[in-house]
């Protein structure tokens, strides 16, 4: 059994959903909550957060078909959206943009944290994205979904560990794994537009 395409599903949905980014911020939206209410925070946001993700892993692919959408043509206009969030992640913008919006919450457990922050755009299109490899093979659509959930699984531990997590790392340890993890989405991303450049015949095989 060739376990490379999972590994690289989880790779991918761990890079966008970057639960080690998360974490501080899951901390300072929960700052003074007790640990009942924090976790109750955390399995809300997780739970819709796959809820969402289920949502266009299943559907997507047919909201693009409705629409006219070849899946080359999103996987590439995803590979790009995908390459600018790794730009983000390279160069702090992407934690600035979390922050703010963190900033905003009242009840974060919905927004920010189960969207935009765990189910955002990239995610909701490398869900899309992964789903559309194998169009109609329900195996490996149910893997992608089984990865997903994994995912989720480890975000949720690293929100319950936020904490010391945050003090482990701190900012400076923080910052690397962001940049070490926006270099490989970049890589990634450069991959989801090679295959569908080449899905229309404009790159080699």
Same mark, same amino acid.
């Given at each position: #059994?060739?376990? !490379?395409?999972?590994? =690289?599903? &989880?790779?991918?949905?761990?890079?966008?959903?970057?639960?080690?980014?998360?974490?501080?911020?899951?901390?300072?939206?929960?700052?003074?909550?007790d640990a009942r209410h924090r976790r109750g925070i955390a399995i809300r946001s997780i739970l819709?957060? !796959? !809820?969402?993700?289920?949502?266009?892993?299943?559907?997507?692919?047919?909201?693009?078909?409705?629409?006219?959408?070849?899946?080359?043509?999103?996987?590439?206009?995803?590979?790009?959206?995908? &390459?600018?969030?790794?730009?983000?992640?390279?160069?702090? *913008?992407? =934690?600035?943009?979390?922050?703010?919006?963190?900033?905003?919450?009242?009840?974060?457990?919905?927004?920010?944290? %189960? =969207?935009?922050?765990?189910?955002?755009?990239?995610?909701? %299109?490398?869900?899309?994205?992964?789903?559309?490899? !194998?169009?109609?093979?329900?195996?490996?659509?149910?893997?992608?979904?089984?990865? #997903?959930?994994?995912?989720? %699984?480890? =975000?949720?531990?690293?929100?319950?560990?936020?904490?010391?997590?945050? *003090?482990?790392?701190?900012?400076?340890?923080?910052?690397?794994?962001?940049?070490?993890?926006?270099?490989? $989405?970049?890589?990634?991303?450069?991959?989801?537009? $090679?295959?569908?450049? *080449?899905?229309?015949?404009?790159?080699?095989?």
């Amino acid at each position: #059994m060739d376990l !490379a395409p999972y590994v =690289t599903a &989880f790779v991918t949905l761990f890079v966008i959903v970057d639960p080690v980014g998360l974490a501080p911020l899951f901390v300072a939206l929960t700052q003074g909550a007790d640990a009942r209410h924090r976790r109750g925070i955390a399995i809300r946001s997780i739970l819709i957060g !796959a !809820a969402l993700l289920t949502l266009f892993g299943l559907l997507g692919e047919a909201v693009l078909g409705f629409v006219g959408i070849s899946m080359p043509a999103f996987r590439i206009a995803g590979g790009i959206l995908l &390459f600018l969030t790794a730009l983000d992640m390279l160069f702090e *913008r992407r =934690t600035k943009r979390r922050e703010d919006q963190a900033a905003q919450a009242d009840d974060p457990s919905v927004f920010p944290l %189960a =969207t935009p922050l765990i189910a955002g755009p990239g995610a909701l %299109a490398t869900m899309i994205l992964l789903t559309g490899q !194998a169009p109609g093979d329900w195996g490996w659509i149910a893997a992608v979904h089984g990865v #997903m959930l994994a995912v989720m %699984a480890v =975000t949720f531990l690293f929100f319950l560990a936020a904490g010391i997590i945050e *003090r482990a790392l701190g900012p400076t340890g923080i910052n690397v794994v962001t940049r070490l993890l926006g270099m490989l $989405l970049a890589a990634l991303s450069v991959q989801f537009v $090679l295959d569908g450049l *080449r899905a229309f015949g404009l790159a080699p095989a």
